[in-house]
């Protein structure tokens, strides 16, 4: 695949691969609930007695529906009800976090370029073509997996002539030691985040930058990794409008706790940088990384 000879194709093929790799989260997440059906909701009202227990119960439900957004969203919805109470959904919030970093895990190894459109072709298969109600729900999985694959393929190589642009400049001076360019990447991505309301596309897009040069290093993908995380919390804000006092505080202990952690993590930015380059050679893989160790 060439990438675009002009800017607005490149804009053109950066939206395409958003759109995709959002839809292909979607169609993931929605095919998975529909077959794990009401388990989660039982897993998550009957196993949160313990903060740690709902931790590895945030963290599993997040992994398998892969979107942090519709499992806070999800337990906003439990406070409200009554299922929960505040204490018991702060460890699953906060296993939420940690279980949305396996997308960025996923889409790091290069690999899963030549795989993209196998995996569309085998899920649009079993989706279309094969009968029974669990075989079309699982094609719809691997045909969510199969488009965000295609979609974070589509990001890389949009991105890729911005590597000789005013685009990569600007990058280069995000990434001076500055405590102002820190929260300047950090506003920017948390921004983007919320309005996208994902944070593993905006994810996958500082990675995508970040594999073909147009971020230059880890000074400046750090700040936007952490903005992300925090931009992220705008779901369940929106989602807990209109909700009972219990479910609001719940959302804004998951923003309040996500901007603290984003704050000390920005501080110790300095040992990230020594530490991180030895778990990967990629760049996209070291953002991924950082991206799990800051939410674990």
Same mark, same amino acid.
């Given at each position: 695949m060439e990438a675009p000879n002009h800017w607005w194709e490149a804009l053109a093929w950066l939206a395409g691969g958003i759109g995709l790799f959002l839809y292909g989260i979607s169609l993931m997440s929605d095919g998975l609930r529909q077959?794990? +059906?009401?388990?989660?909701?039982a897993i998550m009202a009957k196993s949160t007695r313990n903060p740690l227990v709902g931790f590895a119960v945030g963290t599993l439900v997040t992994i398998v529906l892969q979107s942090s957004s519709a499992s806070t969203v999800m337990v906003v919805g439990f406070i409200d009800a009554g299922l929960l109470t505040l204490r018991q959904s702060a460890g699953i919030i906060l296993g939420c976090g940690l279980g949305s970093t396996l997308t960025a895990q996923l889409i790091a190894f290069r690999f899963v370029d030549a795989l993209a459109l196998p995996v569309?072709?085998? *899920?649009?298969?079993?989706?279309?073509?094969?009968?029974?109600?669990?075989?079309?729900?699982?094609?719809?999985?691997? =045909?969510?997996?199969?488009?965000?694959?295609f979609g974070f393929l589509l990001m890389k190589h949009a991105v890729q002539p911005w590597q000789d642009t005013t685009i990569r400049d600007w990058f280069v001076?995000? +990434?001076?030691?500055? =405590?102002?360019?820190?929260?300047?990447?950090? =506003?920017?991505?948390?921004?983007?985040?919320?309005?996208?309301?994902?944070?593993?596309?905006?994810?996958?897009?500082?990675?995508?930058?970040?594999?073909?040069?147009?971020?230059?290093?880890?000074?400046?993908?750090?700040?936007?990794?952490?903005?992300c995380n925090i931009g992220t919390t705008a779901t369940a804000l929106i989602a807990s409008i *209109?909700?009972? *006092?219990?479910?609001?505080?719940?959302?804004?202990?998951?923003?309040?706790?996500?901007i603290l952690a984003g704050m000390l993590v920005l501080l110790a930015q300095p040992w990230f940088i020594r530490w991180i380059p030895l778990t990967a050679d990629s760049p996209a893989h070291q953002i991924a990384n950082f991206h799990t160790i800051e939410n674990a």
């Open positions: 077959l794990a +059906g009401n388990r989660f909701r569309v072709a085998i *899920g649009i298969t079993l989706y279309l073509f094969v009968p029974g109600r669990t075989t079309r729900q699982a094609g719809q999985c691997i =045909l969510g997996f199969g488009l965000l694959f001076a995000l +990434g001076q030691p500055s =405590l102002a360019n820190r929260f300047l990447g950090l =506003l920017v991505a948390t921004l983007a985040t919320a309005i996208v309301q994902s944070s593993a596309a905006t994810v996958g897009i500082v990675m995508a930058l970040a594999e073909q040069g147009t971020i230059p290093g880890l000074d400046a993908a750090i700040p936007l990794a952490i903005g *209109g909700s009972s *006092g219990t479910a609001r505080r719940s959302a804004v202990f998951f923003m309040v706790f996500r």
